[in-house]
C-alpha cells in the first residue's frame, strides 16, 4: 500500500473484538507501529494468534494499568473499540494526548487517502431495525449489479473493505458507540431509523445517546432519510441540520406507511412507491415493489409495521444511489432476513412460536408485541437490562399480552413494571439454573392456547444467561420444535 499519514506512525488499538484487530491489521500493513491494549486476556490471546509480531501487545494487566500505559506511550492516535465506554479508564485516560477515533472513522479516512474516493457510503443507524434495512438494502445493490457488500456493526469490518477499495457502495450500519468517535465522515445518504432510550448504561444518558445517533447526518451528500412517524429523528433533522446548518431541504426525503406527498417514499394500498427520486415527483409516483413480494419475510399478506419501515428505508437508500425500481423489487425478493429476527419457527397444536432474540431492547420489544392480536401473547421478556426502564414498555404492550414469562438474573426491573402498569397479566419467573429454556417454553406453553403466540422479545441483552443473542435464540427454536414433535396435533413448520 502507499504511504499515507499512518506509515511510520505511533498508533494505539484499544480493544481487541472483530473491529478491533481488524483495525490493528489494517494500520500495520499502512506501515504504522501498533500496539494492542485489552484488558481482557482472552481476546489479547486471539489478537496474538492472529496478528502475530506484526504489532506490539500491552502486557500491563486491568484497565487502569493499561489505561496508564496507553497513556504515557506517545501514539499519535488511537483507535478505540465500539465495546469500550467513556467511562472505561482505557477511553479516558489517553485522551489528552491524542485524538480517539473509531474504526468507522479510520475506514472513512484510510478510503480518503487510498483513492477510492467514489466508493459510496449508505448509512444506517437506529434503535431496532438496523441489519435488516443493512441486510435488504445490501441485496438491493448486488441485485443490480452495484459492487457493494454490508459492513459495520453487520458483516465485514468497514476498514477491511475500505483497504481494499474495491467497491463502489457500501451498506453500513451504524450503532450509537461507533458514530460517539466518529467526525468526518461524508455520507453519500443515510436513515435514522428509530429511538428509544437504549445503551444508557454506555452512553450516560438518554440525550447523549440521541446526540450519538444523529450524527448519522453529519456529512450527507445527496439524502437525509427520516421515518415521518419517528418523532425524534424527525425533529432532529429539521432543527438541528435544515435550520441551524442550513441543510438544504430538498436533500431531506421522508419515508411514510401511508399515501406519500412529493418528496416522500410511501404506500399506496398495497404498493410501495417512490416520489422523492423520480423524474415527476409531483405526477408521478414510482412502483418499488409490493406487498407480495415481501410477503416470504412476513408470512402474512400484509408486512408487519417494523419490515414496512425498514423496506421504505432500504429503498430509499437504493433509489438515492441510483438504483432502477426494478433492481429494488428483485432485491426485496432475493432477500432472506437474518436468524433470530421475527422468525417463526412454527406452529404447534395451534400455538405459534416466533424467535425475536435480537429484540435486545424495549424499541424492537414493542414492535415484535405490535402486530400481535390483543392478549394473544405469551411472552417471554428479561436479562440484562443496559440500565433501561421497562414501565412505559409494559404500560404500552399491556393490551397484546395474555401472560408473561420472565427469564434474567435481575427480575426486579421487570417485576416491578408489571406490578404497576400489568395489572392482571399472569407473570412467570422461571429461575436461573441448568435447561433454562426448556423450563421456560414448559411454563408459556401452560400458558398459551390454540390460536396465542409465544413470543421471545427479551427486550434485553443475553450476556447474564447466555453467550449471545444467537445462542438463546437458537435455543428457543430447538426447544420449541422438540416440544412440538412431542406435542398432539402435529407439526407445521415455520420460515
Same mark, same amino acid.
Given at each position: 500500500?502507499?504511504?499515507?499519514?499512518?506509515?511510520?506512525?505511533?498508533?494505539?488499538?484499544?480493544?481487541?473484538?472483530?473491529?478491533?484487530?481488524?483495525?490493528?491489521?489494517?494500520?500495520?500493513?499502512?506501515?504504522?507501529?501498533?500496539?494492542?491494549?485489552?484488558?481482557?486476556?482472552?481476546?489479547?490471546?486471539?489478537?496474538?494468534?492472529?496478528? !502475530?509480531?506484526?504489532?506490539?501487545?500491552?502486557?500491563?494487566?486491568?484497565?487502569?494499568?493499561?489505561?496508564?500505559?496507553?497513556?504515557?506511550?506517545?501514539?499519535?492516535?488511537?483507535?478505540?473499540?465500539?465495546?469500550?465506554?467513556?467511562?472505561?479508564?482505557?477511553?479516558?485516560?489517553?485522551?489528552?494526548?491524542?485524538?480517539?477515533?473509531?474504526?468507522?472513522?479510520?475506514?472513512?479516512?484510510?478510503?480518503?487517502?487510498?483513492?477510492?474516493?467514489?466508493?459510496?457510503?449508505?448509512?444506517?443507524?437506529?434503535?431496532?431495525?438496523?441489519?435488516?434495512?443493512?441486510?435488504?438494502?445490501?441485496?438491493?445493490?448486488?441485485?443490480?449489479?452495484?459492487?457493494?457488500?454490508?459492513?459495520?456493526?453487520?458483516?465485514?469490518?468497514?476498514?477491511?473493505?475500505?483497504?481494499?477499495?474495491?467497491?463502489?457502495?457500501?451498506?453500513?450500519?451504524?450503532?450509537?458507540?461507533?458514530?460517539?468517535?466518529?467526525?468526518?465522515?461524508?455520507?453519500?445518504?443515510? +436513515?435514522?431509523?428509530?429511538?428509544?432510550?437504549?445503551?444508557?448504561?454506555?452512553?450516560?444518558?438518554?440525550?447523549?445517546?440521541?446526540?450519538?445517533?444523529?450524527?448519522?447526518?453529519?456529512?450527507?451528500?445527496?439524502?437525509?432519510?427520516?421515518?415521518?412517524?419517528?418523532?425524534?429523528?424527525?425533529?432532529?433533522?429539521?432543527?438541528?441540520?435544515?435550520?441551524?446548518? !442550513?441543510?438544504?431541504?430538498?436533500?431531506?426525503?421522508?419515508?411514510?406507511?401511508?399515501?406519500?406527498?412529493?418528496?416522500?417514499?410511501?404506500?399506496?394500498?398495497?404498493?410501495? +412507491?417512490?416520489?422523492?427520486?423520480?423524474?415527476?415527483?409531483?405526477?408521478?409516483?414510482?412502483?418499488?415493489?409490493?406487498?407480495?413480494?415481501?410477503?416470504?419475510?412476513?408470512?402474512?399478506?400484509?408486512?408487519?409495521?417494523?419490515?414496512?419501515?425498514?423496506?421504505?428505508?432500504?429503498?430509499?437508500?437504493?433509489?438515492?444511489?441510483?438504483?432502477?425500481?426494478?433492481?429494488?423489487?428483485?432485491?426485496?425478493?432475493?432477500?432472506?432476513?437474518?436468524?433470530?429476527?421475527?422468525?417463526?419457527?412454527?406452529?404447534?397444536?395451534?400455538?405459534?412460536y416466533i424467535d425475536d432474540s435480537k429484540?435486545?431492547?424495549?424499541?424492537?420489544?414493542?414492535?415484535?408485541?405490535?402486530?400481535?392480536?390483543?392478549?394473544?401473547?405469551?411472552?417471554?421478556?428479561?436479562?440484562?437490562?443496559?440500565?433501561?426502564?421497562?414501565?412505559?414498555?409494559?404500560?404500552?404492550?399491556?393490551?397484546? +399480552?395474555?401472560?408473561?414469562?420472565?427469564?434474567?438474573?435481575?427480575?426486579?426491573?421487570?417485576?416491578?413494571?408489571?406490578?404497576?402498569?400489568?395489572?392482571?397479566?399472569?407473570?412467570?419467573?422461571?429461575?436461573?439454573?441448568?435447561?433454562?429454556?426448556?423450563?421456560?417454553?414448559?411454563?408459556?406453553?401452560?400458558?398459551?392456547?390454540? !390460536?396465542?403466540? +409465544?413470543l421471545l422479545a427479551p427486550a434485553c441483552?443475553?450476556?447474564?444467561?447466555?453467550?449471545?443473542?444467537?445462542?438463546?435464540?437458537?435455543?428457543?427454536?430447538?426447544?420449541?420444535?422438540?416440544? !412440538?414433535?412431542?406435542?398432539?396435533?402435529?407439526?407445521?413448520?415455520?420460515?
Amino acid at each position: 500500500m502507499k504511504d499515507t499519514q499512518f506509515s511510520g506512525a505511533s498508533i494505539g488499538v484499544l480493544g481487541l473484538g472483530k473491529s478491533g484487530r481488524a483495525a490493528a491489521d489494517v494500520l500495520a500493513a499502512l506501515g504504522a507501529h501498533v500496539t494492542c491494549y485489552d484488558a481482557n486476556p482472552d481476546a489479547l490471546q486471539q489478537a496474538r494468534e492472529e496478528l !502475530g509480531d506484526r504489532v506490539d501487545y500491552c502486557a500491563a494487566t486491568g484497565e487502569q494499568l493499561q489505561g496508564e500505559a496507553a497513556a504515557a506511550k506517545g501514539h499519535k492516535l488511537f483507535i478505540v473499540s465500539p465495546g469500550i465506554a467513556p467511562h472505561n479508564p482505557l477511553y479516558r485516560l489517553p485522551e489528552a494526548s491524542a485524538p480517539m477515533w473509531s474504526e468507522v472513522e479510520l475506514a472513512w479516512q484510510i478510503q480518503e487517502a487510498i483513492g477510492n474516493r467514489n466508493c459510496k457510503w449508505l448509512c444506517i443507524t437506529g434503535t431496532n431495525g438496523k441489519t435488516t434495512t443493512t441486510g435488504m438494502l445490501a441485496q438491493m445493490l448486488i441485485t443490480g449489479g452495484v459492487v457493494a457488500t454490508a459492513v459495520g456493526n453487520y458483516g465485514t469490518p468497514i476498514v477491511q473493505v475500505a483497504a481494499e477499495g474495491a467497491v463502489d457502495a457500501l451498506a453500513v450500519e451504524l450503532s450509537s458507540a461507533q458514530l460517539h468517535s466518529t467526525y468526518s465522515l461524508k455520507p453519500w445518504a443515510s +436513515v435514522w431509523l428509530n429511538f428509544a432510550p437504549d445503551h444508557i448504561d454506555w452512553h450516560g444518558s438518554a440525550d447523549e445517546y440521541a446526540w450519538d445517533k444523529s450524527k448519522v447526518y453529519c456529512g450527507v451528500q445527496r439524502a437525509a432519510l427520516y421515518p415521518a412517524t419517528e418523532e425524534l429523528p424527525t425533529k432532529v433533522l429539521s432543527k438541528r441540520f435544515v435550520q441551524e446548518q !442550513g441543510f438544504p431541504v430538498e436533500k431531506c426525503i421522508g419515508l411514510t406507511p401511508g399515501i406519500p406527498t412529493p418528496g416522500f417514499l410511501g404506500v399506496i394500498e398495497d404498493v410501495i +412507491v417512490d416520489r422523492a427520486f423520480g423524474e415527476n415527483n409531483e405526477t408521478q409516483a414510482l412502483e418499488l415493489a409490493t406487498f407480495a413480494d415481501l410477503e416470504h419475510l412476513s408470512g402474512a399478506k400484509t408486512p408487519t409495521s417494523a419490515l414496512l419501515a425498514d423496506t421504505l428505508a432500504a429503498a430509499g437508500l437504493a433509489r438515492s444511489y441510483g438504483l432502477q425500481p426494478v433492481w429494488v423489487r428483485r432485491g426485496i425478493r432475493e432477500f432472506e432476513l437474518a436468524n433470530h429476527r421475527r422468525a417463526v419457527v412454527g406452529t404447534f397444536g395451534g400455538v405459534t412460536y416466533i424467535d425475536d432474540s435480537k429484540a435486545t431492547n424495549t424499541h424492537a420489544a414493542a414492535a415484535s408485541l405490535r402486530d400481535i392480536a390483543d392478549k394473544r401473547a405469551v411472552w417471554i421478556v428479561g436479562g440484562d437490562a443496559k440500565g433501561q426502564d421497562f414501565h412505559s414498555l409494559v404500560q404500552a404492550v399491556a393490551p397484546k +399480552v395474555k401472560a408473561a414469562v420472565l427469564i434474567g438474573l435481575d427480575p426486579e426491573p421487570f417485576e416491578s413494571a408489571f406490578a404497576e402498569n400489568g395489572a392482571g397479566i399472569p407473570v412467570k419467573r422461571v429461575a436461573p439454573g441448568d435447561n433454562l429454556m426448556e423450563r421456560t417454553l414448559n411454563e408459556a406453553r401452560a400458558l398459551a392456547v390454540s !390460536g396465542d403466540t +409465544v413470543l421471545l422479545a427479551p427486550a434485553c441483552a443475553s450476556w447474564d444467561q447466555f453467550n449471545n443473542y444467537h445462542e438463546r435464540g437458537d435455543q428457543f427454536a430447538q426447544v420449541a420444535r422438540r416440544l !412440538g414433535e412431542n406435542q398432539d396435533g402435529g407439526e407445521e413448520q415455520g420460515s
